[in-house]
Nanobody
């Protein structure tokens, strides 16, 4: 089992920045790709970004490419999502997940509980 705990969410004005963290414990997350997904009120959970186990591959949803950056520190068993240029439409609960470097939810075996990001206009 891998336990994932997200942190770093909060309230920010449009144009601002936040950095989300996802700390893994239990069975090491090394060897797993890590992903970020988000779910806005009344909408389905959607893919945001993914990074391979060694950080050599990353991929972003079109809606965040160029504004968000995913990274990981395997020594700390932590993955990050740096979010710049935030927009009100980025408001959602953000979830991290461990699995395969894909855009589909079913590719991930472990999920965190989520952290709320709210962007005011």
């Amino acid at each position: 089992q891998v336990q994932l705990v997200e942190s770093g969410g909060g309230l920010v004005q449009a144009g601002g920045s936040l950095r989300l963290s996802c700390a893994a414990s239990g069975r090491t997350s090394i060897g797993f790709a890590m992903g970020w997904f988000r779910q806005a009120p009344g909408k389905e959970r959607e893919f945001v970004s993914t990074i391979s186990w060694n950080g050599g591959f990353s991929y972003y949803a079109d809606s965040v490419r160029g504004r968000f950056t995913i990274s990981r520190d395997n020594a700390k068993n932590t993955v990050y999502l740096q979010m710049n240029g935030l927009k009100p439409e980025d408001t959602a609960i953000y979830y991290c997940a461990a699995g395969q470097p894909r855009v589909t939810m079913r590719s991930y075996d472990y999920w965190g509980q989520g952290t709320q990001v709210t962007v005011s206009s």
